[in-house]
């Protein structure tokens, strides 16, 4: 693949902005990531400490919104990654299996992938938001490809496919479609449709293939010409589906409905952190916590299947106190723990300021979150992890 295939120069502002509004996650393999996720939440796999992640960030943020070149972007990256022992082969352990094994880490390779990844989904998804803004002009898309006899085939028979703006097709092939992919949607008027005699015609559809998720065991059919883990729209990926669902319990206490009356004290805590009408609310936000890891807040924290529920356990009394234990921690941790029927994952905790009678509020957030109100002796029992932030070193 040419490198000067990747945009260079100052890029769209909706690009920048959009990779600035991802979240983080963690994940040991590619594959322990949801797919919509690694358009929504900046990730890389084995990086799995907040100075290396964050480091690897800060310098795909520099690039974008610099327009660096490869060269440039893993010329300043190397040192940093090596001085921060995340280069060549080392051991590692696997938080899913508890198992060591030798894996690679950072090379020049790897660094290649990171940086053409994230360069062309955030031009994709910042493409994207022009051409909702201006799809009553352009109301159509073009598929088109490289065209130069490196391009999939499949690629190559869904050149000039036009299909409106809103066909549900582009929600699996928005591209890029894969990595190294280097196709784009190409905006189309009805005067520039009807002078080159465009028709909206229906894509050519290659048969499905089964691919198995071998960290989840999950198995999905993929249309041919699509890598696992690129059927999503990054475009449409935004901060709201990042966002963690409700905690399903442990079979003892379920998730409640919520009622009229408790929709207010959800729509309350949403305010508290600036989304202050429905359409915020349900755009969700980015919020910066104490510790400076952002954190996707948006209505999607209280959806399950469709309906508006609480976490298991948790009364909607009880969100003012949720909402103080994140804005105003008096400490935060990261701790590994394995979700009911899930695997291991990487939970920041929140303990909130004790109240008259020493209770405490603590927040576990994941992909899913939870709310627990806890007594000071099991409050003391839950400090577990690593401190990512205290009340006490910050005075």
Not at 35 to 41: C, I, N, P
Not at 348 to 353: E, I
Not at 358 to 384: L, P, Y
Request: hydrophobic content about 40%.
């Amino acid at each position: 693949m040419a490198d000067d295939a990747i945009p260079v120069g100052l890029p769209p502002r909706e690009a920048v902005e959009w990779f600035r509004a991802k979240g983080f996650v963690f994940g040991f393999s590619w594959q322990d990531v949801e797919r919509e996720e690694h358009g929504r939440a900046f990730t890389v796999a084995k990086a799995m400490t907040r100075d290396v992640l964050e480091t690897i960030r800060e310098a795909v943020d520099r690039a974008i919104a610099e327009g660096e070149t490869l060269q440039m972007f893993a010329k300043e990256l190397r040192p940093r990654l090596e001085a921060a022992g995340w280069w060549g082969r080392r051991e590692m352990t696997d938080p899913a299996t508890g198992e060591t094994e030798l894996v690679q880490l950072g090379s020049p390779r790897r660094l290649k992938t990171i940086f053409e990844t994230n360069m062309r989904t955030s031009y994709a998804a910042g493409r994207w938001e022009r051409i909702e803004r201006n799809k009553r002009a352009f109301p159509y898309l073009e598929y088109v490809s490289v065209m130069d006899g490196r391009e999939r085939p499949q690629h190559h028979a869904w050149h000039g496919t036009v299909l409106p703006v809103d066909d549900p097709w582009w929600d699996t092939h928005y591209p890029p479609n894969g990595w190294g992919c280097r196709c784009l949607p190409k905006p189309v008027s009805r005067g520039q449709a009807e002078r080159r005699g465009l028709k909206l015609t229906p894509p050519q559809a290659f048969p499905d293939r089964q691919w198995i998720n071998r960290r989840t065991g999950e198995i999905q059919s993929i249309e041919r010409g699509i890598d696992p883990g690129w059927d999503y729209h990054v475009g449409k990926a935004r901060s709201d589906g990042l966002a963690p669902t409700p905690y399903r319990g442990d079979g003892l206490a379920a998730m409640s409905s919520v009622s009229g009356v408790h929709a207010k004290a959800v729509s309350a805590f949403l305010s508290a952190f600036g989304m202050t009408t429905e359409a915020a609310q349900i755009a969700g936000t980015s919020f910066v916590d104490a510790g400076g890891w952002p954190i996707a807040i948006a209505a999607s924290w209280f959806l399950d299947q469709g309906a508006t529920v609480l976490p298991a356990g948790l009364a909607a009394s009880g969100l003012v106190d949720v909402g103080t234990a994140i804005r105003s921690p008096a400490e935060i941790r990261w701790l590994w723990i394995a979700a009911k029927d899930g695997p291991v994952q990487l939970v920041r905790r929140y303990f909130g300021p004790a109240d008259a009678a020493g209770n405490v509020m603590v927040v576990d957030i994941a992909r899913w979150w939870r709310a627990r109100r806890v007594s000071a002796d099991r409050a003391a029992m839950m400090r577990k992890g690593i401190v990512a932030w205290s009340s006490n070193d910050s005075r």
